[in-house]
Every structure is written in C-alpha cells, then in structure tokens.
C-alpha cells in the first residue's frame, strides 16, 4: 500500500533514513524542518509557524504524521545540560509534537500519528532524567488526546550523532535497523516497542527500583 507519510524534524539522521527506506517503497514523503534543505516549506520555527504547518498538512490526503523532534544534552555523570539545554530538551521532546498534534488533530485528512519515544520515558533516571521526563510527559500527554490513531512506538539507543558520547547498550540499534523497524511497526497501534528485546527491558526497568537503576549506571561510567 502506497502510503503518504508527513516528517516532521525531517532534517535527523533518523528521518533521512526513513525517507530514503520509503522512497525505495515508493511511498510519497512530505517534509517539515527548520533546516529549509530538508524541509519542503519555509517556517521560522515550529511554535512560530503552526498557521503554515496547518494549511500545508491539510492539504496531504490520508496523511500519516512521523514525529522525529528529538534533543538530548545530558549524560551524567560525564555531561550535565545547561539551563538552556533543559528548556530546549522539553521545547523539542515535549512541547512541539504536542502542541502541533493538538493543533493539527482539528483535520480530518490525518490517518495516523506516529511519535518516536524512549524506554527512557518507563522511568526517567540519573543518567538521562530530563530527556526521559520530557518523553515520558509527551506520552501521556498523547494518550489523553482523542485521537483516532496513534503509535508511540519506543527505542533504546540508536546511534546517531545525538547519542555520540553514551555507551552502547543492549539492544542499540543503527539508523537503518531504527528506521526498518518505523516501518515495521507501522500498523500496530498506542504504546508499543520496537522489538521484543526493548519490551523485555522495559519490563525489566519496570519492575527494579529507580536507586539501583542509578546505582549500576553510575557504576559502570
């Protein structure tokens, strides 16, 4: 099935990959970025553009919406983010899929919404605590909107230049394998992760208190 897929953030190396994947599948992409190379409108910024973003997405017929905002600074106890840094952590992770998909749910053209989480969002801890609550309050956010169709699909590590820095853990993915399993996951709908391997951990990180998650993470760096 020929799908028309919506990036937005459309300028990350996971994105990239996905639009590359799809254009073997022959899917039509439409792209949204700050970064106007990788964008196929001008916006100034997202908050700043919604009235842009809202005529040109109404105008995609069946539309699937890929959400791939993300933003991390933080890899205690080798990097702490910045005042700064934790406002654009919350802004990119939380605030603008949000508000756009609050914004953008007024359409009737849109099929389905996808957003790119974390097992980070299970349980937010030291190692990573404001990117994880930023993900973790995007989740539920979603979940109380009334949306027709949505995936909240989560990850663990996927190398990329955001990820630089942090050790690799089990399960870490590359950009072609993140961007392979997008597709692969594509039907499935609310709250689900990547591969049976991240749902075993998210399991696992369910069930172990937040003071020995930390413990072991800080041991081991």
């Known amino acids: ?109 849109v099929e389905k919404y996808i957003f790119i989480s974390t097992i980070a969002a299970i349980k937010p801890r030291f190692k990573n605590y404001i990117y994880g609550n930023a993900k973790k309050m995007l989740e539920q956010s979603i979940q109380t909107l009334e949306l027709k169709n949505f995936l909240i699909l989560r990850f663990g590590k996927i190398n990329t230049s955001m990820s630089a820095g942090h050790k690799d853990i089990i399960f870490t993915l590359n950009k072609e394998e993140a961007a392979s399993l997008i597709l692969k996951n594509m039907e499935k709908e609310g709250v689900h992760h990547a591969n049976i391997g991240l749902k075993i951990v998210s399991i696992i990180l ?16």
């Open 1 to 109: 099935m020929v799908r028309n897929y919506l990036i937005i953030g459309s300028n990350s190396e996971l994105a990239k990959e996905f639009i590359n994947l799809n254009a073997i599948n022959k899917n039509q992409i439409y792209r949204i970025s700050r970064n106007f190379n990788n964008s196929d409108i001008d916006i100034n910024g997202y908050k700043e553009s919604f009235d842009e973003i809202f005529n040109y997405v109404k105008n995609i017929p069946n539309c699937y919406i890929v959400f791939f905002n993300g933003f991390i600074a933080e890899n205690r106890p080798i990097q702490y983010p910045t005042d700064k840094e934790i406002i654009s952590t919350y802004k990119i992770n939380f605030q603008i899929p949000f508000l756009l998909t609050v914004r953008l749910n007024q359409l009737k053209n």
């Open 206 to 221: 369910r069930i172990l208190p937040i003071k020995f998650i930390n413990y072991v993470e800080k041991s081991i760096n």
